[in-house]
Each structure stands twice: as C-alpha cells, then as structure tokens.
C-alpha cells in the first residue's frame, strides 16, 4: 500500500485575485497547480485533490439570480450549486491534472468524485450563521430578500454590502470517504470534497438524507477526508510561503515548523486570522491530532521544493 | 464477479414534460425513478445509473447568458456548463439512490464521477452540425451572435426561434471506464456519463487534453461504457412502455422483442425518428453487437417488472 497525501488547493490555484476568473485564467492556473503536483507522485505518494469554489460558487449564485430575473429560470438551492461547482471546477483540475501528467510521461487515471459530507443537524453553527456566500446587496434589498426566503444577512465588514450568511457546521463524516480510498488503492488520483463538500444529514423523523443551506469550511472537510483515508501528508496551499507570526508588522517572521502545541497557543493568541490563516491551521492541528504525520502549509509555487512550506507535526 | 446492469435515465425520469423544473420536482421524480432501480439489483446486478442534461444544461446555459448580461460574470464554455450539470444531477440522483437504498435497507456505496469522453476531432459530425443547445433566439439575434462568436444557428423546424446547433461527435472512449469498472468491482452504484460526457481530445500538435464545444448523445455514450464494462444488460429509459412500430398510427403496435436485424430494418426504413427512438435504437444495436446480452427499452414506470419494455437481442 502507498503512502497517500492530500492537497487542499487554494482559491488562488484556479483563480487569482487580480483576475476576473474567465476560463483561460482558470486553466492556465490550474495546469500550472497540477504540474507542481507531479514533484509529490515523484516522492512516491498517492494523490488526492481537494479544493476550494468560492469565486466559482459565487458566480453560480448570481448566475441562479440572473437567470431567475431574466427568464423566470427556477432558482436552484445552495447544495445543488455546490454539487454543479464541484463538477465544473473538477472536471477542470482532472483534465489539466491529465495534461501535466502526459507531459511528464506519467501514466495514472484520474477521477473527480462528488462528495457529500455529513453534519450534526444540532451543530451549535446553526444559531450562529458566518459564512457570507453570493452577491453583495443594499440594505433595502438584503431585508426584502431576507423576508422571503428566511435568509439571514450581514452587512460586509468593509462596507461592500449586505451579503447572505449561512451557517458553516463541522463537517462529521466524508460520506464516500471509503469510495476514495478504493479509488487511491487503485493507484488513481482522486479529486473529491470540493468545496468542502455538499453538506447532508439524516433527517430523525423521516429518515431521508437531506440537504441543507449551509458551507463546510474546505480545509477541515480536506483535513477530516485525509484522516479517513489515513494519509501520511496534509498539504494546504494558500497565499504565502510560510506561515508568519506577528503577519504584516515590522517583525513579521515565517515559521518552518510549529508543534500543535505551538500552533495551537499561537492561534489561541490570535495570531491566525478567522478569514484567513485560522481555518488552515485548525485544519493542520485537526489532521495531525487525529494519527497523521505532517501538515504542511504552503504556497503553490513552493510546492514539491525540498523543506516548503510550514511543518506542522505532533 | 457480479454480472453488471447499466440504467440511462431519459430526461423524464428527471424533470417531465409538463413541470418547470423546480427543485422539488426533480428530487421527487428522481426518486421515483431511483425506487424502481432496487428491483434490478435484487436480481443480482452491480449497478451503473448514466443520465441525460437537456432541461439542465439548457439552464445552466440560460443562466450564463443573463448572469452576462446582468452582472458582466465572465460566461463559461460548453465543456464547463455540461460538467456543472454532471455535479448537480450526479448529486442529486446519488442523494436519492441513497434514500431509495435506506429505505429498502440494502447497503451500498452510491458515487457520481465526472465524465470525459474522447471524441474524434476529425469526425464528419464537425462538418455538420445537427444538436440543438441553449436558448431560442430571434434570426437578428442569431445572426449577431453567430458572427461574434462563431457559432451556426439553425431555424426550429417548429418555428420557436433559432437555435444554437453544435457538432454530435461520436463517443470513443469513456475516459475512466477503467475506474467505472474499478468502482462496480467493489460493489459500489456507479453514476457516470451524464448528458453523453463532456467531449473532450487529444490535439495532435500539443499534446495537449482539449475540450471542444460539441454535445455527445447520451444514449451512444452510454452503450459504449456498457461495452467497456462488460455489462450483461443495457437498459434505455424513455418515455413509452415499448418500442412502437407505426408509432402514432391507427396500426400503431408494441414489440416485445426486436433482433439485431430487425431493428435495423426498421431504422432503415424510418420507423424510429432521429430526435427520439432512432439513436436509442442505434445504441442498443451498438450494445448488442459489441457483446452485450440485451438491450431494453422501456419506460420508469415498468422497469424491474417481468419481462419489461422491448428486448434486443441478437
């Protein structure tokens, strides 16, 4: 049996933040992403991709809006927006994943899977919903749109608008966890969770397994897939090379190493910001706690260079 | 090893004639449809559900053109919109697989994988296109943006406005039969080549995996990766019990069972029209001849009774 790493990709892997996310930007980012890659199948690992959607989502959401206001097009709920950004951005990492492959002579399958990813319908996260998602509105707007469809809204911290929040449980279980396991004992490289994953419960009374209004945070969904698939490597890849005490201050310092123990006092300082760094590194702790050997977080074009990125090992 | 069963849901079995597409519709019919599959496995078959994208796609590319128009959200190619579709329907018809399993108490994995097939990027279908996509238009419309984009457009033989047609290539090859036949070995349904696949090829400069905007009919694509596969059975879902002959006329009558040649020999002679039983026909046919055991078209409301539909065999 091989070994087997995750690579959680960052936003910025498919789509850069000075760029309006045409689809000869996605791919040229997203090829450049997948031939770093080759650097971990070369180290002897199996490969699994996850990934992010949150411009590709966004886009899907005010498409959904559009399409309503313009053609009467019913409007479709957050996870079937989800489940159609997991299958175009999928679908775009598996054939560049193919050409970076191919140009390296490397023969392997690869197979982006849609995952739906359980959560505890009693998650605490459903009295307190943070994760903005879709367009910005003025306030007029968010409060009609509010009273129709019992969504909540939060005014935009830098004053863009008032964008919808939901809420962001804890992602309990990968439902296919064992499907990527089959598929990475195959030897296939496997593209899954995207997004964080579709996030479903058992309803108690019916039975049915149900969809709900709500975004798993992609790099725990990546941090908990990589544990039930016992990977021996977590790769999160972000903005920057290292992960930085005391961030954009005159004595900002990159880190090559933290034990959780230090990650986790750093965080509970405060160094890690909630939008940003935090979630990464409550990932990376998650991931190392639960039996496996190293997180690393890490920028894409560090990737495969001997010692990149932060280790964040027990 | 388990004989193999491959299910192509028609469009209805997802969204009817007379419903506008709601979310509530589909996962209701999908549903339905998933119940009557429990039979099949109870016969003994591993199970591969393909499906069909019209209604959705048609949306999604809806949504592109207004989301354009109204948000200037850059508009995604054809590739993207049919590997969108795949996620959403994948989702949704594992979700529902899932509940009609639960509800049968048989435990099964169920997994949707996104879809390429290659295609020939020398195959006459280029030099004539014929597959009706996205919205009608009026002929000024039409003609600005066929110049802008490069795109033919043809009339609605009933006179709705004009359309974008597209090339319909030949399937080839189903990119991950191989990880199909991988999945079916464990046990595990399988959800794959929905709408046909997203063509894709290999271009003979770059080397490089391209997509192509082109539309692959799902019925062929779907008897190719029952070919691959080495299924036993190959049922087309549509919208009557049988195959007809004389379809619509006072004569009209049902066939229990058609041979290879027989069929043939009706296609020939214009029984089964090109938008509707012709190409399900056509892929039976493809089926059986390539090894299959037998072909049945029928309808969602019979599957899994005894001898169902219009059985082609040999």
């Known amino acids: 049996m ?61 498409r959904n809006e559009a399409g309503y206001k313009e053609f009467k097009i019913p409007k479709m709920p957050l996870d079937i927006c989800v489940a159609d950004s997991q299958g175009g951005i999928g679908y775009m990492i598996e054939r560049q994943m193919r050409n970076a492959l191919n140009k390296k002579n490397v023969s392997k399958n690869v197979v982006a899977v849609i995952t739906q990813v359980l959560i505890d319908i009693n998650d605490s996260a459903f009295e307190n919903p943070t994760k903005p998602i879709g367009p910005y509105y003025i306030k007029e707007e968010a409060e009609l749109l509010g009273k129709s469809n019992n969504w909540i809204f939060q005014e935009d911290p830098r004053k863009r608008g008032w964008r919808r929040v939901v809420p962001s449980p804890k992602p309990m279980e990968v439902m296919n966890n064992q499907v990527v396991r089959d598929l990475v ?32 945070d992609k790099d725990l969904a990546s941090a908990l897939l990589a544990k039930e698939v016992g990977a021996e490597k977590f790769y999160i890849i972000t903005d920057v090379r290292k992960v930085c005490v005391n961030f954009n201050k005159p004595d900002q310092k990159e880190l090559d190493h933290l034990t959780v123990a230090e990650a986790q006092k750093y965080y509970d300082a405060g160094e ?5 760094m ?37």
Chains 1, 2 share one sequence.
Do not use: M
């Not at 090829?31 to 690992?45: F, N, P, R, S, V």
């Not at 890690?272 to 940003?276: L, Q, R, T, V």
């Not at 702790?285 to 027990?314: D, H, P, Y």
């Open 278 to 314: 935090g979630p990464k590194i409550l990932a990376a702790i998650q991931f190392v706690e639960s039996g496996g050997k190293e997180a690393i977080i890490t920028s894409e074009a560090e990737l495969g260079k001997k010692n990149c990125g932060t280790r964040i090992t027990l």
């Open 272 to 276: 890690f910001p909630a939008g940003s």
């Open 185 to 216: 004992d195959k030897g296939h490289i496997v593209i899954a969770a995207g997004g964080g994953g579709i996030p479903v419960y058992w309803h108690s009374d019916t039975r049915y397994l149900e969809a709900i209004e709500a975004v798993i």
């Open 2 to 62: 091989n070994k087997i790493a995750v690579v959680a990709f960052g936003g910025n892997a498919l789509l850069r933040a000075n760029e309006v996310g045409t689809i000869e930007e996605q791919e040229k980012n997203t090829l450049d992403t997948c031939e770093k890659l080759i650097a971990i199948l070369d180290q002897g690992y199996e490969l699994i991709i996850t990934h992010g959607n949150g411009p590709q989502v966004g886009n899907i959401l005010l």
